[in-house]
């Protein structure tokens, strides 16, 4: 019994003991550990009971009854747009652009420059027309102290283009002029004023420049991520499985799966790790024309053109001291924008990088956007296709009225067209062909440009149709037949001569055609081109082929914007190249389409009926033959590059030939044999 | 209640059995009950005090009764703002490396009333927006309350208004934060800076490298990528509710509503009324107005007075001038009305202008060509006009209508900084919500011809037709640029056949097993695919020829972004069903392509699959039909573009099994599919489906020319 006793009190009392610890162990671990959080609310900002009656920041007299305001001293040590740039001088016509003659020899890059701003449609020669005066400071080593030049006026409206990447050699005070420079450091660059300009490639091409390098739109499944920018100068590929280990060699030695190329002068990876160093902006340029993603770590440089171009569409700028976060993010990206940056870097490195003309040129537009203020180029404009190189703010400063952003702003082109109907000699009135169009639904209006010897017939000679006709007097050129006149009223401009011949289906078949392409030529009649071993010269035939790369333009849709850039854009030597002869026209305009779209012109059934006809040439008898080759030739020089695209098929109504009762089509007539 | 009577029931049963030698044991046992009763009561007890701190924040209590600290007249100042600070150089973004999702954490420190040796308040303790502005911090994703995570510290101390308050002790209030260390991480909300007769652009409380959000920076002050320029929020926005006006032309073309004009622009300005006469209007403050109206809420033109902010609807655009700051209100309450803000401050950095575009909501014209600002105002197009007008409200209501939109805009940008590869874009940001409704952004947007030599990978999707499953894959191995075969074998009740057994073809033949019969197997992104352009194509297609196939993949190769396929069929609006429905007869126009048979691109295999939207993706499993359908629509959302049809017509049937066609022409095949695009235009909210009239042939087809020059001879044969 005692025993028994002695027991259960022992038993007792353990038992007491264990639930005693128990309950304590929780107790003491919390007491012990009083940062972790409490489950329960979190704290957050209290609301206060008499948050009613506090009061406003501002007194309600305070804001309206400021003390009067001082006049703004202008800071003479910091520039801004406002402050030192006289807009005045800049009259209506836009930007003209004054150059300052090199003093003794020049190198080819200066002559590069020179020659691309002597070009283009702002150069001017007279110091006192212009509006912003440019001096290059290329060439002058740093020490040699360089004259200031005669116009200086304290540097007001003037632009030192200055490629050095080293320190740049400011021989004398900038004073109020702004400085285009490459790669410049974001200390001293003044947003809005300066311009960040590239570092330029060596032997750069002057004008066209090679196409980016990317070959499709989605990273092959074999690429390697990432390609890292090395000191030597070469990209190094490291391996996808290796996240462990990043880029700054700290663990080189198990880096087992990676390839070193130390040749490689262009990345072959989806994104490329470039420091921020100055020296590596080249390397992004790099990346950009091989469509490798740069990942920029910290840049202390400004990104080029940094103004307009947005940055974030096609490089990623990430904070060197987070590495392992940003290769996680990258590893983790979405693919949608992994495709969406890889053709930015493209179509960046298209528009702005690929030659020293385009280069000049979006920093010359660039400021010429700050003079025009609202109505500048828009977002959309530089940062998708074509660029705001080939989108005229003088034309319209909304997206939808130019043929590329219908996509992205959700429009559609004006429902109709209008046909322009060139009548050069003999000049008879197309009376048969005025009267087929006329019959198309979708007509607007018929304009007939007479570029005849003789005087265009008087208003009773003309058909009677119940579509507005007029009739404009040309200046007997070529090249007037692309001139944006201001009575086209819509943006679909149906290009004729007077010897066409269309039925109504086939004009309305076409423009519905062309309501699916507004950027593209559609049209009927086609030539291609081919590069001629023999004659080591581009060529081209008017054969039937198999494939073709341009559409006539005596008989084609297009859009009316490639008027006003055949006329504001092109170089007048090319326009004037046209003019001598006419039937280059048509080469010229299908260059100037294919620069722009990069892909090629479309083509619809042009009906048998039509085709015992003499081929249509443009610019009447006796240019019956078609161009010689020194045409394409020199338009190829003109351009830089050759930028035809080819096709090889051709759009039919769906039920085109196909065996079915003809009162089922629509295009019946097309068929007619 | 139930247990309580049953124990009592159960006790005088028990206690009468017991003796005394047991008496002990069940003292001892009551004692170690009480024990554990007194333990836990100790455990309630403790723990109670722990969390009333939070309990008693919780609680309502006032501002007034918040603790009081007082700042010795020697505690230290903070440096002056350094200029050259950088997210780089300054912040300590190592404290934003362990925020999940992409998102910083930000703390608020504790409200407390600030004096000095003598008592005196060093400012208002907090103001009606301050309080807003924190509070919306607190209730948004970013705030932490624990200091130990956070990435962005957020002082109560209110310097919204520089005038309130005295620069060298709120400085010192700043330095003995807890977390102070410099001001690094640190960010201050001011919207007045400066105070007379110079007025700085930016707060004068030195804050070393604390990161500002300041309502009137000038290029000189901001440091750009750095500070973030806030608008100075109006505090009418609350109290007047100015609904929103159609653009289009209004009253006046430009008004001033500004009172507190320097003489000088005023002059500039009435010179200007005077030169145009009524189209413009110059108020000014109202001198003869009785006693008890709120003078801030009338303007007077002469002898006329106008209600404001009533009055900026009907102006066209609304002139903004700085005042003794470049911050103004009255941009707030012009942008709410629609009207365009003519922003004439030089050097002024706009609010936000790190992510908005102000060239779309405002004109800004250089103080000097003022007296020209009418002409430039009348050069841009109407059209240019009204959608500067709807932007400008946009802006409003996105951005400035309240200190909570203005709060999350700037903690959004910093955010943004710090996580870049997770940053919101352009789009995002500047376009009103009825473009981003309407525009397509197409996943495929550099035009770009792929080259011929890449080829084409063809998916067979097959169940057990392994006759005609050979004799597909043997045609189709024909085509020049066919690189990889794939088989998809979805019957997982028989094995494929023996590897002997497979037609030998000249590319790699693969075959994939799957784990269930689903449709949507056929759209899997399998890793085998190399190529970016896929055929799908049904086991029973076997009348397409060499020449149709390889023609099909040039077309593709030009159009790389769309479904370029060989049956066609259309979708038509029932006006008398008032629904959607499938046609599949000889029309003269296409909105799809039957997958059938079908070239694209093999991005669409991953959108399919992963980002279908709604439950599109299961419904399609789950009914066993309408995947060719899905796909057309996915495509054309994505894209903004119609389908290519190419070559023509053909009967699309084989002799021993359903072909598509076959099936088609069953009446309730033909209602599903009508079910199937009613379906789905509802689940996409909206009929992505775009109608062509084209197809796509050889440019030679049919045309009058030797059969045997033409590349592509063998196409349209029955």
């Known amino acids: ?673 | 209640m139930c247990a309580s009577v049953k124990y009592n029931i159960r006790g005088p049963a028990l206690i009468p059995r017991m003796k005394t030698k047991h008496r002990i044991y069940y003292i001892t046992l009551f004692s170690i009950v009480l024990l554990g009763l007194i333990a836990t009561g100790m455990f309630q007890f403790w723990p109670h005090s722990i969390e009333s701190s939070s309990d008693w924040s919780v609680e309502k209590r006032s501002v007034r009764d918040v603790p009081v600290v007082t700042l010795p007249a020697e505690s230290p100042i903070p440096e002056r703002g350094d200029l050259s600070c950088r997210m780089h150089t300054c912040f300590d973004v190592y404290r934003c490396g362990f925020n999940p999702k992409n998102k910083i954490k930000v703390y608020i420190y504790s409200l407390k009333k600030y004096v000095d040796n003598f008592g005196v308040p060093v400012s208002n303790t907090i103001s009606r927006e301050y309080n807003e502005l924190l509070t919306a911090i607190s209730d948004s994703d970013y705030y932490t309350d624990d200091i130990n995570r956070a990435c962005l510290f957020v002082p109560s101390i209110d310097v919204l208004n520089q005038n309130t308050l005295r620069i060298k002790e709120t400085a010192q209030a700043l330095a003995q934060l807890s977390r102070w260390d410099r001001g690094t991480n640190h960010l201050l909300f001011n919207m007045l800076p400066g105070s007379p007769p110079d007025y700085n652009t930016a707060l004068d409380v030195p804050r070393d490298r604390a990161l500002l959000a300041g309502g009137g920076f000038s290029t000189w002050t901001y440091r750009q990528g750095y500070d973030v320029s806030i608008p100075v929020y109006s505090p009418l926005s609350a109290e007047v509710d100015l609904p929103e006006k159609g653009p289009g032309p209004r009253r006046f073309f430009l008004l001033s509503s500004q009172m507190a004009l320097h003489p000088e622009y005023r002059e500039d300005l009435e010179a200007l009324q005077a030169k145009h006469g009524d189209s413009m209007l110059v108020l000014d403050k109202c001198t003869n107005l009785s006693e008890g109206v709120l003078s801030i809420r009338k303007r007077c033109h002469k002898h006329q007075v106008f209600d404001y902010p009533q009055v900026l609807q009907e102006a066209t655009f609304c002139v903004v001038l700085r005042g003794a700051r470049l911050g103004q209100a009255v941009l707030s309450d012009v942008l709410q009305a629609g009207c365009v803000p003519v922003i004439i401050a030089d050097s002024y950095i706009l609010p936000f202008s790190e992510v908005l575009d102000w060239k779309r909501a405002s004109v800004v014209v250089p103080e000097e060509k003022m007296s020209d600002m009418y002409s430039i105002l009348q050069s841009l197009p109407q059209r240019q006009i009204e959608e500067m007008q709807r932007q400008a409200r946009w802006f409003w209501e996105a951005y400035f209508q309240s200190i909570k939109a203005i709060a999350l805009a700037t903690l959004q940008i910093i955010n943004d900084r710090i996580y870049p590869y997770a940053a919101i874009s352009y789009e995002e940001w500047n376009d009103p919500p009825l473009v981003k409704w309407s525009s397509v952004s197409n996943p495929l947007f550099l035009p770009l011809i792929p080259p011929q030599s890449q080829g084409f990978t063809a998916i067979v999707l097959t169940y057990d037709r392994v006759e005609s499953l050979f004799r597909v894959i043997t045609e189709v191995s024909k085509v020049p640029s066919l690189s990889k075969l794939l088989v998809v074998w979805n019957n997982q009740n028989k094995n494929p056949p023996e590897d002997s057994l497979w037609p030998k073809i000249r590319v790699p033949l693969k075959v994939v097993r799957t784990a269930e019969n689903k449709l949507s197997n056929r759209f899997f992104p399998y890793n085998e695919i190399e190529t970016e352009a896929v055929l799908a194509i049904d086991d029973d297609i076997i009348m397409l020829t060499s020449d149709e196939l390889q023609f099909g993949y040039e077309v593709w190769r030009e159009f790389p972004d769309r479904l370029v396929g060989y049956p066609g069929r259309l979708h038509l609006w029932d006006h008398e069903m008032n629904k959607w429905k499938y046609e599949s007869e000889w029309t003269n126009e296409v909105s799809m392509v039957l997958t059938g048979a079908a070239f694209y691109h093999k991005y669409f295999n991953y959108l399919y699959t992963y980002k279908m939207p709604g439950d599109i993706k299961n419904w399609v499993d789950a009914h066993m039909n309408c995947e060719d359908i899905a796909m057309n629509f996915l495509v054309a959302n994505v894209t903004g573009k119609a389908v290519i049809k190419v070559t023509p017509r053909k009967k699309f049937k084989c002799p021993e099994c359903t072909a598509i066609d076959g099936l088609s022409l069953d009446q309730t095949h033909m209602v599903e599919r009508s079910e199937c695009i009613n379906k789905f235009a509802s689940v996409f909210g909206t009929m992505p489906l775009k109608v062509v009239e084209h197809r796509a042939d050889p440019v030679l087809y049919k045309d009058d020319f030797p059969e045997k020059l033409k590349s592509f001879p063998n196409i349209g044969s029955l």
């Open chain 1, 1 to 673: 019994m005692q025993s028994w006793r002695r027991k259960s009190l022992w038993l007792a009392l353990s038992v007491s003991c264990l639930l005693l610890i128990l309950l304590g162990i929780p107790l003491l671990l919390r007491l012990a550990v009083p940062l972790r959080p409490l489950p329960g609310p979190p704290q957050v900002w209290p609301r206060w009971l008499d948050a009613e009656l506090l009061q406003s920041f501002s007194q309600p007299r305070e804001l309206p009854e400021d003390a009067l305001p001082p006049f703004p001293a202008p800071y003479s040590s910091s520039c801004n747009w406002g402050a030192c740039f006289d807009t005045s001088q800049c009259r209506s016509g836009g930007l003209k652009v004054f150059v300052y003659p090199a003093a003794g020899p020049i190198s080819e890059t200066h002559r590069q420059i020179l020659a691309s701003i002597e070009g283009s449609r702002y150069h001017t020669l007279s110091p006192g027309e212009a509006c912003l005066l440019l001096f290059l400071s290329l060439d002058s080593p740093a020490g040699k102290p360089s004259l200031v030049p005669p116009q200086w006026n304290g540097g007001k409206n003037h632009l030192v283009l200055s490629l050095h990447p080293a320190p740049c050699p400011k021989t004398f005070q900038l004073g109020q002029a702004m400085v285009a420079e490459a790669s410049p450091m974001v200390d001293t660059f003044r947003p809005g004023f300066d311009v960040a300009l590239p570092p330029l490639p060596e032997a750069h091409p002057s004008r066209g420049g090679a196409l980016g390098q990317l070959q499709q739109h989605s990273p092959h499944p074999g690429e390697s991520l990432l390609a890292l920018a090395e000191e030597r100068g070469g990209w190094r590929v490291a391996g996808t499985n290796s996240p462990a280990c990043p880029w700054d060699g700290r663990c080189e030695q198990d880096l087992g799966s990676e390839q070193t190329h130390p040749r490689a002068t262009l990345p072959n990876a989806t994104f490329c790790l470039i420091p921020g160093r100055r020296s590596d902006a080249l390397r992004f340029l790099q990346a950009l024309q091989a469509g490798c993603i740069p990942v920029l770590l910290s840049p202390h440089w400004e990104l080029p053109f940094s103004e307009v171009i947005d940055w974030t569409k096609a490089a990623i700028i990430a904070d060197e001291r987070l590495p392992l976060q940003v290769l996680a993010a990258l590893q983790e990206m979405p693919p949608a924008r992994v495709l969406a940056l890889r053709q930015q870097t493209q179509f960046l490195w298209d528009a702005y990088f690929s030659s020293v003309e385009k280069m000049v040129h979006t920093t010359l537009e660039i400021i010429q956007d700050r003079i025009f203020g609202a109505s500048a180029h828009s977002s959309v404009m530089w940062n998708s296709p074509p660029g705001a190189l080939l989108a005229l703010p003088t034309f319209s400063t909304r997206p939808q009225d130019f043929p590329f952003y219908h996509q992205q702003q959700g429009s559609r082109p004006v429902g109709r067209f209008s046909a322009l109907i060139w009548v050069g000699a003999p000049g008879q009135p197309p009376l048969k062909l005025i009267q087929a169009v006329a019959g198309s639904q979708h007509c607007a209006q018929i304009l007939v440009l007479w570029s005849s010897e003789r005087p265009p017939p008087p208003r009773g000679k003309w058909p009677e149709t119940a579509i507005p006709l007029t009739v404009i007097e040309g200046h007997r050129k070529v090249s007037d037949r692309f001139f944006p006149h201001s009575v086209i009223s819509t943006d679909a401009i149906l290009s004729l001569d007077a010897q066409s011949s269309l039925s109504t289906n086939e004009v309305d078949f076409a423009f519905v055609v062309w309501q699916s392409f507004p950027e593209r030529m559609v049209g009927f009649l086609t030539w291609s081109h081919f590069w001629d071993e023999a004659q080591g010269g581009w060529g081209f035939t008017v054969e039937k082929a198999n494939e073709f790369s341009m559409v006539l333009t005596t008989a084609a849709f297009y859009h009316r914007y490639y008027h006003t850039l055949f006329t504001y854009v092109l170089p007048q030597a090319l326009r004037t190249l046209a003019d001598e002869a006419p039937s280059c026209v048509d080469v010229l305009m299908n260059f100037l389409v294919a620069v722009v779209t990069k892909l090629p012109p479309i083509k619809v059934p042009y009906g048998q009926q039509h085709q015992a006809r003499p081929p249509l040439v443009s610019g009447g008898p006796g240019q019956e033959q078609p161009p010689d080759r020194d045409c394409i030739n020199l338009m190829v020089a003109g351009f830089g590059h050759m930028p035809l695209v080819s096709s090889r098929l051709r759009l039919d109504p769906v039920l085109f030939k196909d065996p079915v009762s003809a009162l089922r089509k629509k295009y019946r007539s097309l068929e007619k044999a």
